[in-house]
């Protein structure tokens, strides 16, 4: 199974050409499902979700499964912000703010990170964490993914104010639920880890991977925009995740890095490329 996750693409923000390199690359790679983990929009408003809606055309035919990011929450509408924060959101991608995607071999699970009267920082609630873990518990799939906005883990210094409140008290919870990989975005600083890294105990096969932004010029310490890719090999028991970059000398995107992550149980090797 064959996922791709694409993260803060800002419209109203986006790069024409970025965004054609993309549609290009995606009918190329032709994924099963299609992960959206948040800032989908620059300002929350319904023109936005709308450009997102025609990009989402575009692409070859796939499940779609999205959660919100702080920018998708109004900033300058206060009154829409308090009373219905996800009006556009929900009128693009339903009603259900973690929402699950079961293939049987491949268990994704998304949270709502985002906290309106916060609008920046991101917070996992106890009755999140509790939801999440139940599900995890409950599905027999070999693959146990879960997607949020806000990240558990970060590289630079002057993201640590970035990282979720409750993240260790999610991590630790939803690993010992089953789930293996958590998907991110927000800090547009893409990047691949191992949870223990950070919350020392767990499994050294429980990662977390970073998306950066996908189509925006608001790029970050020079990042390509990019995506990332995750794959479940079945006949070597691993997941494949890889961070596709867009290049300007072929106005394209190439993958850029491959980790091979065996599962617990699992026979694969890990390795980067």
Same mark, same amino acid.
């Given at each position: 199974?064959?996922?791709?996750?694409?993260?803060?693409?800002?419209?109203?923000?986006?790069?024409?050409?970025?965004?054609?390199?993309?549609?290009?690359?995606?009918?190329?790679?032709?994924?099963?499902?299609? !992960? !959206?983990?948040?800032?989908?929009?620059?300002?929350?408003?319904?023109?936005?979700?709308?450009?997102?809606?025609? !990009?989402?055309?575009?692409? /070859?035919?796939?499940?779609?499964?999205?959660?919100?990011?702080?920018?998708?929450? /109004?900033?300058?509408? !206060?009154?829409?912000?308090?009373?219905? /924060?996800?009006?556009?959101?929900?009128?693009?991608?339903?009603?259900?703010?973690? /929402?699950?995607?079961?293939?049987?071999?491949?268990?994704?699970?998304?949270?709502?990170?985002?906290?309106?009267?916060?609008?920046?920082?991101?917070?996992?609630?106890?009755?999140?964490?509790?939801?999440?873990?139940?599900?995890?518990?409950?599905?027999?799939?070999?693959?146990?993914?879960?997607?949020?906005?806000?990240?558990?883990?970060?590289?630079?210094?002057?993201?640590?104010?970035?990282?979720?409140?409750?993240?260790?008290?999610?991590?630790?919870?939803?690993?010992?639920?089953?789930?293996?990989?958590?998907?991110?975005?927000?800090?547009?600083?893409?990047?691949?880890?191992?949870?223990?890294?950070?919350?020392?105990?767990?499994?050294?096969?429980?990662?977390?991977?970073?998306?950066?932004?996908?189509?925006?010029?608001?790029?970050?310490?020079?990042?390509?925009?990019?995506?990332?890719?995750?794959?479940?090999?079945?006949?070597?028991?691993?997941?494949?995740?890889?961070?596709?970059?867009?290049?300007?000398?072929?106005?394209?995107?190439?993958?850029?890095?491959?980790?091979?992550?065996?599962?617990?149980?699992?026979?694969?090797?890990?390795?980067?490329?």
């Amino acid at each position: 199974m064959r996922m791709i996750q694409l993260s803060d693409l800002h419209f109203g923000t986006e790069r024409p050409e970025v965004m054609d390199a993309l549609v290009t690359v995606m009918h190329q790679l032709s994924p099963d499902l299609l !992960l !959206l983990s948040g800032d989908i929009t620059q300002r929350a408003r319904r023109a936005q979700f709308r450009a997102c809606e025609r !990009l989402l055309a575009r692409l /070859p035919p796939a499940a779609i499964m999205a959660v919100p990011g702080n920018h998708d929450i /109004p900033l300058f509408n !206060l009154w829409q912000r308090l009373v219905a /924060p996800y009006a556009h959101f929900t009128r693009t991608f339903g009603d259900d703010l973690l /929402p699950c995607h079961d293939s049987g071999q491949v268990l994704v699970v998304g949270v709502n990170t985002t906290c309106p009267r916060r609008h920046i920082d991101g917070t996992f609630t106890e009755k999140q964490i509790e939801t999440v873990a139940h599900r995890l518990k409950a599905s027999h799939a070999r693959v146990k993914i879960v997607m949020g906005h806000h990240p558990v883990d970060a590289v630079l210094e002057s993201d640590e104010r970035n990282i979720a409140r409750g993240a260790e008290r999610a991590v630790r919870t939803w690993t010992q639920a089953g789930m293996q990989l958590y998907l991110a975005g927000h800090i547009h600083y893409p990047f691949c880890a191992r949870l223990e890294r950070r919350y020392p105990g767990l499994s050294p096969e429980c990662w977390t991977f970073q998306a950066g932004t996908a189509i925006s010029f608001r790029v970050r310490d020079h990042k390509a925009n990019s995506f990332n890719l995750i794959e479940w090999l079945p006949a070597q028991q691993a997941l494949q995740l890889e961070r596709w970059d867009y290049t300007p000398a072929i106005e394209g995107f190439l993958c850029a890095e491959q980790i091979q992550l065996p599962l617990r149980g699992g026979a694969g090797s890990s390795g980067s490329g």
